[in-house]
């Protein structure tokens, strides 16, 4: 699994496509529903799609709307003082919508263990205040250690390494 940081719309939109095998952005237009002319607009940066088209676009591309209305600046993530959480916010958001809903299932398992139950079922827990756990496409999985006294920059540095394995 790779975490790609998008640099605007169009690249997302260029990116998804490829990944579904999308030999072209007039067969993604079709297949959304959009005029040709009007996604080549919106992949050029002519077109701030509006947050209804938004919508349709993470729909297709099965993805978390608030990834295209981030980089089309309708929305932004609420910030806090835990860096952890600011981290997490930012990885959970550019995760497919079945990995996102993995992640909230394991923080609600998080949430029903004490902190020994955890500390038993994560080794990597007794430096860490909190653990990340990743299941991985091919079945695998991962835990991350995360300790509260990191920055943003060092969490996603930690996980995009550890998700490179």
């Given at each position: 699994?790779?975490?790609?940081?998008?640099?605007?719309?169009?690249?997302?939109?260029?990116?998804?496509?490829?990944?579904l095998?999308y030999?072209?952005?007039?067969?993604?237009?079709?297949?959304?529903?959009?005029?040709?002319?009007?996604?080549?607009?919106?992949i050029?940066?002519?077109?701030?799609?509006?947050?209804?088209?938004?919508?349709?676009?993470?729909?297709?591309?099965e993805?978390?709307?608030?990834?295209?209305?981030?980089?089309?600046?309708?929305?932004s993530?609420?910030?806090?003082?835990?860096?952890?959480?600011?981290?997490?916010?930012?990885?959970?958001?550019?995760?497919?919508?079945?990995?996102?809903?993995?992640?909230?299932?394991?923080?609600?398992?998080?949430?029903?263990?004490?902190?020994?139950?955890?500390?038993?079922?994560?080794?990597?827990?007794?430096?860490?205040?909190?653990?990340?756990?990743?299941?991985?496409?091919?079945?695998?999985?991962?835990?991350?250690?995360?300790?509260?006294?990191?920055?943003?920059?060092?969490?996603?540095?930690?996980?995009?390494?550890?998700l490179?394995?």
């Amino acid at each position: 699994m790779v975490i790609v940081q998008y640099r605007d719309v169009g690249h997302y939109i260029r990116a998804r496509s490829r990944e579904l095998g999308y030999k072209s952005d007039a067969a993604v237009a079709d297949a959304i529903g959009f005029k040709r002319s009007y996604l080549s607009g919106v992949i050029n940066g002519q077109f701030k799609p509006s947050t209804k088209r938004c919508w349709q676009i993470a729909e297709f591309f099965e993805d978390d709307p608030n990834i295209i209305l981030g980089l089309t600046g309708r929305y932004s993530p609420p910030e806090t003082d835990n860096p952890v959480v600011n981290a997490l916010a930012g990885i959970a958001s550019r995760l497919p919508r079945h990995q996102q809903r993995d992640l909230l299932r394991y923080a609600d398992y998080l949430k029903t263990k004490t902190r020994t139950d955890v500390r038993e079922t994560s080794p990597a827990y007794h430096a860490a205040d909190a653990v990340l756990y990743v299941e991985l496409p091919d079945g695998a999985s991962i835990e991350i250690p995360l300790p509260t006294s990191l920055t943003e920059e060092e969490i996603k540095k930690r996980v995009s390494d550890a998700l490179a394995i």
